[in-house]
Structure formats: C-alpha cells, structure tokens
C-alpha cells in the first residue's frame, strides 16, 4: 500500500530498552536470591533438627562420667579451701623464734599446737650461760603469756634442753 503522508521512522527510545533491561535484571536478581534463601532455610532448619536430636538424646555415659569426676574434683577443692581457712598462720611463731634465738642455742624438734598457742622447743647449746641468756631474751616479751625451761641435762658436752612457750594473741596483731 502506498502511503499518501510519509510517515517519519521512529527511533527506538533509549529510556524504554533501559527499563526493559533493568527489569529482566532485577527479576533474575530475585529468582537468585529466593533460590538462594530458601537453600539456606532449609541448611538452617537441618541443623536446628540436628541440635534438637542431640538434646533430646541427652548426655553420653562418657560425659556423666566426666561430668561426676569434675564434680568431685570442685568438692575435694571447696573441701581443702575451707580447711586452710579455718587454719591459724604458723609464720609468726617460727619468725618471733628466729628474732629471739641466741646464736649458739639450736633446736632440734618443735611441736607447734597453733589453736592453743603453744609451741615446745627442743634444743641443744654449748654451755649454760648460752642458755641462761636465750632465757633473758625470753623475759618481758609481750609476745608471750608464758614460758617454761624444763628437762635439762648435760649430754656429750652440751646442753639439752626443753623450752615450752606459751603466746599471746597479740601476736597476730
């Protein structure tokens, strides 16, 4: 057919090929990411069966029996820390001997009973006059309550003594 009006060629608009293109992409986008997501809600959803099997199963004999060795262990623990803390320092004892011990007079055997405050000493010095003065540095001392020098005898050239001193609480201070 012959045309009377020429008609003018259209041009393909730019603006519509680009809507075009940009919705095909944003459509195969989301087809993407459905697939996607919904192959990680069903990894999600096997691991929390999973999780859920593990729980309802419990806990193996092997764990019970780590479990009740743990739980021994934390017993014998809070067991010993209530011993030691209801325990005296004996470290004030041996440092108020060590202060006052004569330079010649040596202990062989100490007997320490920490709750009644009592220590006994066994010693051995060379003369009687190193003993006489290990007894004058035990006198006035605030530290003690009492002390007491008793079984003394002479035995291959020393002296061999038994020293009982009783402290005062003033020692913990």
């Known amino acids: 057919m012959l045309e009377i009006i020429p ?11 680009l809507v075009l293109y940009l919705g095909v992409f944003f459509l ?3 087809l993407i990411g459905f697939f996607v997501l919904q192959m990680l ?6 691991s929390i069966a999973e999780a859920e099997d593990v729980l309802r199963a419990g806990k193996t004999s092997q764990e019970r029996k780590l479990e009740n060795t743990v739980l021994g262990y934390r017993n014998k623990i809070q067991d010993f820390s209530s011993f030691v803390a209801g325990q005296k320092d004996a470290v004030p004892f041996f440092v108020f001997v060590e202060e006052v011990t004569h330079p010649q007079v040596f202990f062989r055997e100490a007997s320490l009973t920490v709750f009644e405050n009592r220590m006994v000493l066994k010693g051995v010095t060379t003369d009687f006059r190193s003993l006489g003065e ?40």
């Open 28 to 30: 195969a986008f989301s």
């Open 134 to 173: 290990q007894a004058a540095s035990l006198e006035g001392r605030e530290e003690l309550v009492s002390w007491k020098l008793s079984e003394v005898s002479l035995s291959k050239g020393q002296v061999v003594f038994t020293l009982e001193l009783l402290f005062s609480s003033k020692l913990f201070q």
């Open 7 to 17: 008609k003018t060629q259209v041009q393909p608009f730019l603006l519509r090929s």
């Open 41 to 46: 809600a069903s990894n999600a959803q096997e």
